[in-house]
């Protein structure tokens, strides 16, 4: 089976720009997630979806951050405006569900710097 | 509310040497998952176990093997006779059910030959 895509795979901004990274999650994959993977920790969640519907999204810094998951497929994850410390790595990961089969398929990320 | 503990940052070790890397977790919850993932140079995130918390046996995998000890809530994880390949940052995750996963700091493995 094809695997999470994420894009672009670098992205390089100006503090105060805006920025908008894709998920295309595993077929089938009711369950999505947004990562934020900062240098030298582990991944943090930043959202999580269960078909086009948001489950959690406490750790969103919503005042910047949004994200959206039309059609419970595709979903798209914005910063405006970027700050210095949103530099990081963005994983997006899926599930077929996020109950019972604990598969969670990640993609290669986007690495975003903020200058 | 979910914690997982890598104490280790940073481990060094010679080729063919064993490395083991600690994780402890904390969890109220009677079901729950645990993981491990390797993330190499290249960045993605690589799935190597998964362990439920009704299944407390050990596996091993080729060079690595794992120790689920509920008592002392911890999974640790062990590379043999270690190569220069498996030169990465590994985390350990747990998951309740229903629930995202929740990482640790990760541990630095540097293997040298």
């Known amino acids: 089976e094809a695997g999470v895509a994420q894009s672009p795979r670098y992205k390089i901004i100006e503090k105060r720009q805006s920025v908008a990274f894709w998920c295309n999650p595993i077929?089938?994959?009711?369950?999505l997630y947004w990562y934020q993977q900062i240098l030298g920790q582990g991944p943090k969640l930043l959202i999580q979806f269960q078909n086009n519907g948001v489950v959690d999204d406490s750790q969103l810094p919503k005042d910047r951050f949004s994200a959206e998951r039309l059609k419970g497929v595709d979903s798209t994850l914005k910063i405006q405006p970027a700050k210095l410390e949103d530099s990081a790595v963005y994983l997006c990961?899926?599930?077929?569900?996020?109950?019972?089969?604990?598969?969670?398929?990640f993609g290669s990320g986007t690495r975003l710097t903020v200058v | 509310a979910q914690k997982v503990t890598q104490a280790q940052t940073e481990i060094s070790v010679v080729e063919k040497e064993d490395v083991t890397l600690d994780c402890v977790y904390e969890?109220?919850?009677?079901?729950?998952?645990l993981f491990w993932y390797k993330q190499p140079p290249s960045g993605e995130l690589v799935f190597l176990i998964r362990?439920?918390?009704?299944?407390?046996q050990n596996e091993i995998s080729g060079r690595y093997s794992w120790n689920f000890q509920k008592s002392t809530s911890s999974f640790n994880f062990t590379i043999t006779a270690s190569q220069v390949v498996d030169s990465a940052v590994y985390f350990c995750?747990?998951?309740?059910?229903?629930?995202?996963?929740?990482f640790g700091a990760g541990t630095t493995v540097t293997v040298r030959a």
């Open positions: 995750a747990l998951s309740e059910q229903g629930k995202e996963l929740s």
């Open positions: 990961a899926s599930s077929f569900e996020g109950g019972r089969n604990y598969g969670y398929t």
């Open positions: 362990r439920n918390s009704f299944d407390e």
């Open positions: 969890t109220r919850d009677t079901t729950y998952y």
């Open positions: 077929s089938g994959h009711a369950t």
